[in-house]
Structure formats: C-alpha cells, structure tokens
C-alpha cells in the first residue's frame, strides 16, 4: 500500500465535470482525499461539488492556465475527453452546413482544421500539456485512455479511429511515459453506466453499477467490451494505493461474474 496521508495528498482532477471524472471526485472524497478540480466553468463545478473540492479554472489546450492548478498537486487523474465522432462538443469555429458535413465525413482530416475542441487538441495536445505543467515530485499521473490503441486496424477500432481518436489518445499516452513521470494508463473499453448528471454530489457517491459483470484488468491490449464509468472511475482512484500498478498501462472491463467486493489489490497485482 502507498505511504499516503491523505490529510495532506491532494489530487487533481482534469474532467472532473465529466462522466468519468464526477465519480472519480466523488470516490477521492469518499476516501477522505483532499481534491482540486481543473475546469473550464467554475459555476458548473461549484454547482456540482458545492464546497467539497478546490476550483482551479483553467483549459488543457492553453498550457498558461495550467500552472496556477499545480501548487501541492501530488497526483493528477486526467479524465478529460470528447466525442470520438464530430459533434458539437468539437466547438467548430462555426457550425459545418449539410455541404460541410459531407466534405468533412469523407475526409475526415479536414475536420480537423476547424474544431476547436476535437481528440486531436484534447487528448493529444492537451494531454501533452497537461504533462509539462505537472509538478517535478508528482507521485503519480493517472490517464484515461482507450481500449485499441494498439488494434487500430482491427473492427470495431478502426472505425472507432476514423477520425483520430485512438491516434490522438496513444500520442497522450506517449507524452506521459516519456515525462518520467510515474504514470498508469487505464484504457477502458466502452464506456456504460451514467454520465451521470445529477448536480449532486450525494447521488453520485451512491452510485452502483447497474452492470452484474465483475471487473477484467489485461495489458497489450486484447480486450473489448463495456466498461462501467463507475468501475473505471474506482480503477483511476485504486491504482494510487497500489504501488505495482505505477509506469504501468492496462485494459479495463466488465465481464463475468461480479463479486460481493471488488478485490483491487489482486486485479493489479496481476499486472506485469
Ligand atoms: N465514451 C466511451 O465509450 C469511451 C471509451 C474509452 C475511453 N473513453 C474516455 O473516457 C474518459 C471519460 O469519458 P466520459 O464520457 O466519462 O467523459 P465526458 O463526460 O465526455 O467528460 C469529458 C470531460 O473533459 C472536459 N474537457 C473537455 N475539453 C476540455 C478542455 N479543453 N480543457 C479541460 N477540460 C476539458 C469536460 O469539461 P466541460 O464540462 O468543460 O466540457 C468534461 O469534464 C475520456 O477520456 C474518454 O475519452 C471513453
């Protein structure tokens, strides 16, 4: 078990307002974790998790707005993501007309250009950012990838990839192992249970699985599935009390009979 003092350790969370991310702070404070978020809207944070964590505004694309998050950060989970398609949540310079759309699924490249908020600037570049802004004696960083980072040719990922997602998340990915910094990658498969949007903090610390599947950890990247937000929620906040899952990258999902109590210690322990 990590030496931890949680009186002392706190944790930044990046996405915190997000489906992964709300249940991640929820889970820290359960533990009695000291918790600061990164956001780029206070009033919705402070609307979510009322007094109970830090607010630190700042945007993953723009490194300047990093540092002012950093003071006594011990560890970073980083949640932060889009869609993997083009939608509105890309924040297009201007919304593409029915031509556009067109130019842009035919050639996805293209879309590139004009989103402001796609994979290629969240997971890629800010996740990169992210990284350079982290303190030196950070114990560790804590990145939400993805299932197929290494099949991308293969179905279903090679659609999932068709416009960048799994390059963008494998380009986070390797900013993060170069860093030095002690690091674990999770990458779930595909994400069910919530968001959850309840603006209230109590409901999500209450929040149960509705999935009857046990929890599957594998590395290199062979597996596929559903993944519940709330089990990789626990999985980015477990591997901080488990030593043997630092520099480390594994696969999430829910598969099989689900115990009573989900064992973590043993999921990690069997990481190589
Ligand atoms: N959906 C899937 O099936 C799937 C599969 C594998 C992996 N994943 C990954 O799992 C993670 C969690 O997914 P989710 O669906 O639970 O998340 P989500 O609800 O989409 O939340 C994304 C979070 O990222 C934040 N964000 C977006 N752009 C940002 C920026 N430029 N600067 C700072 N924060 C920014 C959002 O904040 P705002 O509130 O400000 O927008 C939000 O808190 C993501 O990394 C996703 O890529 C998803």
Redesign the pocket.
Known sequence: MTSFDSAKDLVLV????????QLVVGKLLEKGLKVRV????AA?AEDMFKQKVEIAVG???QPATLPAAMPGVIHIIN????TAFPSARWEFDETPNLIEWGIIFLNPKSSEAKAK?SPAK??AQ?ASNLVAAAPQNLKRFVF?S??GILRKNQFPFSILNGFGVLDAKQKGEESIINSGLPYTIIR?G??IDG?YTSYDLNTLLKAKTGGKYGVVIGTGDTLSGDAS?IDVANACVECLFQPNSSRKIFEIVNQGQRPSVIDWETLFSGIE
């Open positions: 990046a996405g915190a307002t997000g489906g992964v991310g990164l956001t780029r809207n919705k945007d993953i694309r949640c932060t993501g889009t908020n969240i997971d800010g939400v993805s299932c779930p595909r994400l968001p937000r």
